[in-house]
């Protein structure tokens, strides 16, 4: 094994359990907003495992994906923020699992 | 056309180019056209910019708060994964001094990013904010993370504000250190 | 096998994705919505800027670099403002147990419509 595959699965373990541990947060909730901050985390999660992705490959073809990925979680975070009713939680209060 | 619009309209044409990694003629007159149509299509409040740039002051500026951009990630960190409960928080009112727009949104995004605080509210026109602060739980706690807020408006002046500004946050930090 | 410069970008991604992990456990651990945004917010952006420079240092271009450098500015200058509409937004909603904070000098119940704006 190179030293970059030896990298690469590292932070592909790392960044795994980054996505699961952020999963188990976007399940539990309680509110819309743990959801998001969560969910930004796990954006960032996988941003990142794109970036070890590109590193590992020599591959730039991916920094668009990064850039518009990035923009993408922004944006979502900050709708959502902006439409969160200030005077109730909501129903999404109760922790709810489909 | 004033010059925050022009100086936009460059920026943007010059991100343009960067995201598309190349720099021909077509692109160059594409970008120009985008850029034009936001800055006019999509109008920003006017802003005033920095009046005064101290460059060593701003170097200081970025390394501090790299610096603490670091210690704040490996704070969280700890807290994070050491088995005992999450220390009390505090919400706390900082007054600012700057009244600028620009300087005053910059201080409050570098406070996000270094240790312990996050930004609730701003009162742009009381030159209030307010903070949530984690791990506070003794009046010595509290008393420096009101000194780092303002240590953090201190660094941002001396980089960025008018000679008005800079003094007075000056004078605020010698008071507190006397 | 490998040279000086991709021990070094091994050593930042790695770095990097740690901060990410540790984020994400702050994010699952702590006990109430302000501070799992702290968690969110810091080691993420930091882990985010450690993996990303990893790549600059790994790619050894100038064109590559100057993408990731408008990324990392990128991500500096939104994580706090995605945190701060989510805290706001929190806050507003009620969503912030005051009785658990040490000091709570709360902000006006309507705070004025000037200078809050998206």
Same mark, same amino acid.
Not at chain 2, 32 to 35: G, R, S
């Given at each position: 094994?190179?030293?970059?595959?030896?990298?690469?699965?590292? $932070?592909? =373990?790392?960044?795994?359990l980054?996505?699961?541990? $952020?999963?188990?947060?976007? =399940?539990?909730?309680?509110?819309?907003?743990?959801?998001?901050?969560?969910?930004? =985390?796990?954006v960032?999660?996988?941003?990142?495992?794109?970036?070890?992705?590109?590193?590992?490959?020599?591959?730039?073809?991916?920094?668009p994906?990064?850039?518009?990925?990035?923009? =993408?979680?922004?944006?979502?975070?900050?709708?959502?923020?902006?439409?969160?009713?200030p005077?109730?939680p909501?129903?999404?209060?109760?922790?709810?699992?489909? | 056309?004033?010059?925050?619009?022009?100086?936009? &309209? &460059?920026?943007?044409?010059?991100?343009?180019?960067?995201?598309? *990694?190349?720099?021909?003629? &077509?692109?160059?007159?594409?970008g120009?056209?985008?850029?034009t149509? &936001?800055?006019?299509?999509?109008?920003?409040?006017?802003?005033?910019?920095?009046p005064?740039?101290?460059?060593?002051?701003?170097i200081?500026?970025?390394a501090?708060?790299?610096?603490?951009?670091?210690?704040a990630?490996?704070?969280? %960190?700890?807290?994070?994964?050491?088995?005992?409960?999450?220390? +009390?928080? *505090?919400?706390?009112?900082v007054?600012?001094?700057?009244?600028?727009?620009?300087?005053?949104v910059?201080?409050?995004e570098?406070?996000?990013?270094?240790?312990?605080?996050?930004?609730?509210?701003?009162?742009?026109?009381?030159?209030r904010?307010?903070?949530?602060?984690?791990?506070? +739980?003794?009046?010595? +706690?509290?008393?420096?993370?009101?000194?780092m807020?303002?240590?953090?408006?201190?660094?941002?002046?001396? %980089?960025?504000?008018?000679?008005?500004?800079?003094?007075? %946050?000056?004078?605020?930090?010698? %008071?507190?250190?006397? | #096998?490998?040279?000086l !410069?991709?021990?070094?970008?091994?050593?930042?991604?790695?770095?990097?994705?740690s901060?990410?992990?540790?984020?994400a456990?702050?994010?699952?651990?702590?006990?109430d919505l302000?501070?799992? #945004?702290?968690?969110?917010?810091?080691?993420? !952006?930091?882990?985010?800027?450690?993996i990303?420079?990893?790549?600059?240092?790994?790619?050894?271009?100038?064109?590559?670099?100057?993408?990731?450098?408008?990324?990392?500015?990128?991500? #500096?200058?939104?994580?706090?403002?995605?945190?701060? #509409?989510?805290?706001?937004?929190?806050?507003?909603?009620?969503?912030?147990?005051?009785?658990?904070?040490?000091?709570?000098?709360?902000?006006?119940?309507?705070?004025?419509a000037?200078?809050?704006?998206?």
């Open positions: 094994m190179t030293f970059m595959s030896v990298v690469s699965v590292i $932070c592909a =373990v790392l960044l795994g980054t996505g699961l541990v $952020c999963m188990s947060r976007i =399940v539990r909730g309680p509110t819309m907003l743990d959801r998001t901050v969560a969910s930004d =985390v796990f960032a999660a996988t941003v990142g495992a794109l970036a070890v992705w590109a590193a590992v490959r020599k591959d730039t073809n991916i920094l994906i990064l850039v518009s990925l990035s923009f =993408v979680a922004f944006m979502g975070s900050v709708a959502i923020a902006r439409y969160t009713k005077e109730a909501g129903p999404e209060n109760q922790s709810e699992v489909d | 056309m004033n010059k925050t619009r022009f100086l936009a &309209i &460059i920026t943007l044409t010059i991100l343009w180019l960067l995201l598309w *990694a190349d720099v021909t003629r &077509i692109l160059v007159a594409g120009l056209i985008v850029a149509l &936001i800055v006019f299509l999509f109008p920003f409040p006017a802003l005033n910019l920095a005064v740039v101290r460059p060593l002051r701003l200081a500026l970025v501090v708060f790299l610096w603490d951009m670091f210690l990630s490996l704070q969280v %960190a700890w807290l994070a994964i050491r088995p005992q409960r999450l220390p +009390s928080a *505090a919400l706390i009112e007054p600012l001094i700057t009244g600028s727009d620009m300087l005053q910059l201080t409050a570098l406070i996000c990013l270094v240790p312990g605080s996050l930004l609730i509210e701003l009162d742009s026109e009381g030159k904010m307010w903070l949530h602060v984690m791990n506070v +739980s003794s009046p010595q +706690s509290l008393a420096e993370a009101r000194k807020a303002h240590d953090q408006e201190y660094r941002v002046l001396a %980089a960025l504000g008018s000679q008005d500004e800079y003094d007075q %946050a000056l004078a605020r930090r010698e %008071a507190a250190q006397a | #096998m490998s040279n !410069t991709d021990i070094v970008a091994g050593a930042f991604l790695i770095a990097g994705a901060f990410a992990l540790v984020a456990i702050g994010v699952a651990r702590f006990p302000l501070n799992r #945004m702290h968690a969110g917010t810091k080691p993420q !952006t930091f882990g985010l800027l450690l990303l420079t990893g790549l600059a240092i790994r790619l050894d271009s100038w064109r590559a670099g100057l993408l990731i450098a408008i990324l990392i500015v990128f991500q #500096m200058l939104t994580a706090p403002v995605s945190a701060h #509409m989510v805290g706001r937004a929190a806050f507003r909603a009620g969503l912030v147990n005051r009785d658990e904070l040490y000091v709570c000098e709360a902000p006006d119940e309507e705070p004025p000037e200078g809050h704006t998206v």
